[in-house]
C-alpha cells in the first residue's frame, strides 16, 4: 500500500476521534462520559504517535537501486547523520538512470509535504533542478509524480517547471529552471536560493563552459545551496574547453578532471561497463553505411569519393554531401525496414532520427512519409511545436492514445535525456563528430524498456562509416570496461591499453562553398558496441542476402551471425518482466496552466456577455488575494476559481 495512503488514513481516523472527544465532554464533562472521552484521547494519542512515527521514518528503504543510486542514497543517509558534505559530482554513462537522483535527494533530505513533523535528518526545504532543455525540465516534473518512483522512496513531493515566474515553486517542494532562463533572469533565482534552504542539481552540467555566462549565472546559486549534485552522462565538452564547477588537475597533456573524494565532495562514477553488468542498459549494435559522393566545391571543381570510409582529408565535405543526397534516402531506408519488421514483434518500438540541419530534417521527413513512416520532427528547444511533437512521440497507440507517433526527427536537441525507453532504432544521420555528443545519442536506444521486456534486447545504430565515426566508437570501447574478456574462460590479458588518439583537424575545405551533388550507400559492415565485434563487409553482405531471401528481419545483423553460430544450441529459456500498464496523470505546471486558462476565460466570458471590462474583475481577484494569478500557487488558484463562482456566477 502507497505509504502516502497509510498516512491519510491514519491522519482521518485521528481527526474523527478528536471531534467525538469534544464533542462528548461538551455533553457533561463530569459524567460518564468523560470516562468514554478520556479513553477515545488515549486512542487519539496513540493513533498520532503512529501517524508522527511514520512520518519520521520516510523515505523508506528501497530496494533494487542501481550502483551509483544505492551509492547516493548511502550518501544521503550519512548526510542526515550530521557528515558536512556540501558537494556530490556524479559522472554516470548515459542511459544510465541519473533522474532518479534528484528524486532520492528530495525524498531523504527535505520533509515531506503535508506532513506536520519534519523527519530527523533533513537539510533543505526544497530544491531546484536545473536542466539544459526545455523537454528535459518537463521530465524533471513527470519524475517526481512517477508513482513507481513515490512508492520505491515513499515520498510526497512534487516540483514546479518554470520559467522566470515570481514565486518558483508555487507551494511543491523545489522546481525546475532551465539554464537559459536562470541567465535571463539570475537576480530572481539567486533570490530564491538565498529564501530558504535549497538543494541544487545541475543535471548535465559539462553545458556549464567555465567563466562563461551560464557560470557566472549560476555562481550565487552555487554558493547559497546548502548541497549542490552535479551530475553529467561525460565528463567532457565536445569543444574541450574546461566544465564549470568540474575539478581539475594540470598534467603534461593539460587539465584532467580530478576525480576523487574529499572532506566535503563526494564522487560517484557509474560507467557503460557497470550498466550493462546490472542491465541497467541494453547493448548497442551498429550498422555502419560505406558510400560514394560526389559535389562541387568552391571553385567550381567537381570532386568525388569512392568511400566514405576512405575520404581522407575530404572526409567532412563527403560526409555533408552524403547526408543531403541519395545516400542518405537509401541508409534511412534500410532503418526503417528494419525497424518496421522488428515493430511487428515489438508493437512498442520507435524510431529516432538525427538530422544534420533543419533543412535536412525537412527532407527526412519527407522520405519518412514516402516509406509510409508517421512521423514529426522536433527542432528548436523553444517552440511549442517541438515540445508538443516530442510529448507525442512518447505516447504509445497500445494504450488508445490517437495522437501517438513513432518516429521522431531532430536536429541537436532531442538527443540528450530524452526518456523514450522504447527507442530500438536511431539513424545517426548527422555530421557532427564529438565523442560526447555521439555517446549521447546513440544512448537514446540503450535504456531497457521495461514494459517491453525481452522484445527489447539491444538497440540498433544506422551511421556512416566515416573514419571519424569509427573512431568515436574506438575511444567509447577503450574507456569502457572489458565486458568481453570475463565472458571468455582462462584469459588473463589484463594490459590491454586502449588509449584514445587525439589526431589533430585535418585540412577541409569550407562546406558553405560547396554543392552537393549526388551519392550512393555502396556496402555496409556491422559492430557490437559492448564487446568490440565487428561483422566485416563481405561477411554482412552475406548475411543480409540471407535474410532478404527468406523475409527476415527486424534484427541486427550481429544478431543473426551470433544465431548461425550457434544455432545448434539448446534454446535459452524464456522469460522476461510482467508488463506494467502506464498511468497518465497531471504535472503540476500543466495543472497549473489549465486553471490559469480556465480562469482567464470565464472572466473574459462573463466580463463580455454583462457588459463590464474584464479588468475589472481582474482588480477584484488581485484586491481579494492580495497577489496575481502569476504567483499563487495551486490551491490559491483553485480558490479564486470558488470565489468566481460564488460572486460572479454563470447559472446556464
Known sequence: MPSDWHADHIERWAETQRTNVHEMQALCPKCHYQKTAEENRNMTDSLQLELDFFSSQAPKEPHNLR???AEFYQICKRIKAGEQIKKILMLVTPGGGKSLIPVIAAANLIPNRNSSNSFHGTIADAICWVVPRLNLQNQAEENFDNWQFRHLLGHQHRIM????????????????????????????????????????????????????????????????????????????????????????????????????????TVVIEYTRGQALREGAIVPLHFEWGDGEAKWIDEQGQECSVESLAEAGDYRGIALRTALSTGYAEQLLTKCVDNWKSHKEKNHR????????????????????KKLGVKALKATSDESKEAQASIKRFKKHYNYGDSKAVDALVTV????????????????????????????????????????????????LIYLPDDQLAAKCVQAIIAEQE????????????????????????????????????????????????????????????????????????GISTLQMKRFLDAYQEPEAKDSHDSLIGSKESLTPSQELGIIREKIEKYVRYY??????????????????????????????????????????????
Open 67 to 69: 550502483k551509483h543510486q
Open 607 to 652: 466580463a463580455a456577455r454583462n457588459g463590464i471590462e474584464s479588468k475589472t474583475i481582474n482588480g477584484e481577484i488581485v484586491k481579494e488575494f492580495r497577489k496575481r494569478r502569476t504567483e499563487m500557487t495551486l490551491e490559491e488558484l483553485r480558490q479564486v476559481w470558488a470565489w468566481l463562482q460564488d460572486n460572479y456566477p454563470m447559472n446556464d
Open 349 to 368: 518500438s520507435k524510431l529516432l532520427v538525427l538530422a544534420p540541419s533543419i533543412a535536412t530534417a525537412n527532407q527526412y521527413l519527407e522520405w519518412l
Open 412 to 459: 541537436a536537441m532531442a538527443y540528450e535525456g530524452l526518456d523514450v525507453p522504447a527507442i530500438t532504432h536511431v539513424a545517426c544521420l548527422t555530421n557532427i563528430r564529438s565523442k560526447p555528443w555521439l555517446e549521447q545519442s546513440w544512448a537514446r536506444a540503450a535504456r531497457v524498456d521495461r514494459e517491453a521486456g525481452d522484445l527489447k534486447k539491444t538497440g
Open 161 to 264: 517547471a518554470n520559467n522566470n515566474e515570481p514565486n518558483p515553486c508555487k507551494g511543491m517542494s523545489g522546481y525546475a529552471a532551465t539554464y537559459q532562463a536562470i541567465t535571463a533572469s539570475p537576480d530572481l533565482h539567486a533570490q530564491e536560493i538565498r529564501r530558504k534552504r535549497y538543494i541544487l542539481v545541475l543535471d548535465e552540467f559539462h553545458h556549464v563552459e567555465e567563466d562563461g555566462a551560464w557560470h557566472r549565472a549560476l555562481q550565487p546559486l552555487v554558493d547559497n545551496a546548502v548541497l549542490v549534485i552535479l551530475v553529467t552522462g561525460t565528463g567532457e565538452r565536445g569543444d574541450r574547453k574546461p566544465i564549470a564547477f568540474m575539478p581539475y588537475k594540470a598534467t603534461p597533456s593539460g587539465l584532467t578532471p580530478t576525480l576523487s573524494s574529499s572532506e566535503d
Open 482 to 553: 572489458p565486458i568481453l574478456r570475463e565472458r571468455e574462460l582462462n584469459r588473463r590479458d589484463n594490459d590491454n591499453g586502449g588509449n584514445g588518439d587525439n589526431d589533430a583537424k585535418s585540412k577541409e575545405p569550407r562546406y558553405n562553398s560547396s554543392i552537393a551533388l549526388s551519392s550512393n550507400l555502396t556496402r555496409s559492415r556491422a559492430s557490437d558496441l559492448s564487446s568490440g565485434e565487428i561483422v566485416d563487409y563481405a561477411e554482412t553482405a552475406q548475411i543480409q542476402s540471407a535474410m532478404q531471401k527468406v523475409g527476415l528481419g
